[in-house]
Structures are given as structure tokens and as C-alpha cells.
């Protein structure tokens, strides 16, 4: 009888650690990000720049890799005056993008950044072939076509450039929403089903070289099962900010892991977890 109640404790303890360790957990969906709600009734062109700022500082993340030398992992588009340096872009005999003005230009870099790849700043071994920046209106940022909008609109005037972007109007927002109805009936993205397809959805291969120790935004991750264990794993993933790579800033955002489900959390630690070189 002892053996059966002390068989029946230990099953009981096994299952209150695991609520435990589900609950400490993210668990939220991965939704996808939402609009920034605006009122265009009393939107202006200085309150549409002032969102663009905003949308550049967070919700984009944008100064994760545009930030001035030495932590810069991409040019800080933010010091520099955006007209300008597109218009120099578009002079380079290397550029053979579709964008005639400094504002098209802009756009193509957002959302086709492998157009044109600034000299020096190209995914290691492409010979600045490729940009290691992913599209912004893709998981997992997921920017909005108004968003967009407002942060073209803001590079374009910080340094005293004339906006060229239209105010958005009532018709652009509702087809924005419309959009995102019309996307899966408005549902959130389903879960990813593999580690590969969680890496893919969250970027992660935008940042960090999966089968290389070469750096691209972060440090290549080749051999991390081999320095890191499981634990540690998932704590760079929940906590980013807890120990840093040496020789890196701290980049990545300290809410990542609430974006995504558990399954996809732990399907990518027990990825990485097995790459040992």
C-alpha cells in the first residue's frame, strides 16, 4: 500500500511541475501585430510624423540593427538624413531596383530590401548580394501599409526633407482592414508545426546563421547545443537581455518570446539544442 501511495505522490508532483513550468511559460497565441489605432478624423501630417518616430523606435524595430558604429549591425539610417542618402543610393551604379525618388526608394528598402544592398552591409559572403534585413509588412513585424506610410514620412522629414507621403484617408484605412479580415478571416497565424517553420515565422535566420558561426545581426549559432544547455537555450529566448553574447549589444527585443506559443518555443530550443558543429 506504501509503494502504491508513494507511486501515486510521485505522479502527482510530476504533474504540478509541469502546470508549473506551463504556466511560467508564454502563452500567449502569436498573434499577429495589430494597427496602430488612429483617429484620421484629427490625424495631421506632424502627428503622422510623430507615429512614424514611433513605429521606427519600437513596434518596427528597427534601431535593433540601424544604430550608429560601433553597435550598428546595419547604417544608421536614423543619424543620417534618409533624402539625401537614398538619392546617393539611387546615383550607385550597383542599384538596379524599379524606385525613381527618394520616397519610392525608401518604400523598396522596407519592403524589398534585397533590391539593393548598401556596400558592406550584405549577408556575409554574398558579396552584397543579399540583405540580411527581412520585409517589414511579413511576420514577424508585420507592419501595416499606413504604418509604412508614417515611417516613410518620418525619415523624410527629421531632417528638414518635405514629406512627399499622402495623409492616409478613410478609404485607406478601411481597406487596410478589410485586408486584414479578407487574410484567414482576420485569424492570428496558425502555430508553427516544425522548428524550421518557427524560425522562418519569428526571422530568427535574419539575425543569427543557423549552419555557420558567421555573424550576421547576432552571433551564428552552428555549435550553441554544444555551449549552452537547454535551459540556458530558452532563457536566451524569454529573457534575452539576462546574459548577453560577449561582443554584442543587447538587440533582441525582451518580449520575444511572448509572441510566440510554447510549442513553437520549445520546438526551437530542442533545435538549437542539437546543433553541436
Not at 52 to 77: M, S, V, W, Y
Not at 184 to 211: I, N, R
Not at 241 to 264: Q, R
Request: glycine content about 8%; hydrophobic content about 40%.
Amino acid at each position: 500500500m506504501s509503494v502504491l501511495f508513494k507511486t501515486l505522490g510521485f505522479s502527482l508532483g510530476l504533474t504540478l511541475l509541469f502546470t508549473l513550468v506551463t504556466y511560467l511559460l508564454p502563452q500567449v497565441k502569436g498573434e499577429a501585430p495589430v494597427e496602430k489605432a488612429v483617429d484620421l478624423g484629427s490625424l495631421t501630417m506632424e502627428s503622422f510624423i510623430a507615429l512614424g518616430d514611433e513605429i521606427f523606435h519600437n513596434k518596427g524595430t528597427c534601431t535593433l540593427c540601424h544604430q550608429p558604429a560601433p553597435l550598428g549591425r546595419a547604417p544608421d539610417i536614423g543619424g543620417e538624413d534618409m533624402v539625401a542618402l537614398a538619392n546617393k543610393h539611387l546615383a550607385d551604379e550597383r542599384y538596379q531596383g524599379d524606385a525613381k525618388n527618394a520616397e519610392e526608394y525608401i518604400r523598396e528598402s522596407l519592403l524589398h530590401p534585397g533590391k539593393y544592398v548598401v556596400a558592406g552591409w550584405g549577408k556575409k559572403g554574398s558579396n552584397d548580394t543579399e540583405s540580411p534585413m527581412p520585409m517589414v509588412d511579413k511576420p514577424p513585424i508585420q507592419l501595416t501599409p499606413i504604418e509604412i506610410d508614417a515611417v516613410i514620412a518620418w525619415l523624410e522629414a527629421k531632417d528638414g526633407g518635405e514629406v512627399t507621403v499622402a495623409l492616409p484617408t478613410a478609404e485607406a484605412a478601411a481597406e487596410v482592414a478589410s485586408a486584414a479580415t479578407a487574410d484567414d478571416s482576420g485569424k492570428a497565424p496558425a502555430p508553427a508545426t516544425t522548428a524550421e517553420e518557427a524560425l522562418a515565422k519569428y526571422a530568427c535566420t535574419s539575425c543569427h546563421a543557423m549552419d555557420s558561426n558567421d555573424v550576421l545581426v547576432g552571433p551564428g549559432l552552428v555549435d550553441i547545443g554544444s555551449r549552452l544547455s537547454k535551459e540556458e537555450l530558452r532563457q536566451s529566448i524569454v529573457d534575452p537581455n539576462a546574459v548577453v553574447a560577449e561582443g554584442f549589444p543587447p538587440a533582441m527585443p525582451p518580449d520575444f518570446a511572448s509572441k510566440m506559443t510554447v510549442s513553437e518555443l520549445e520546438m526551437i530550443v530542442n533545435y538549437l539544442a542539437e546543433k553541436k558543429g
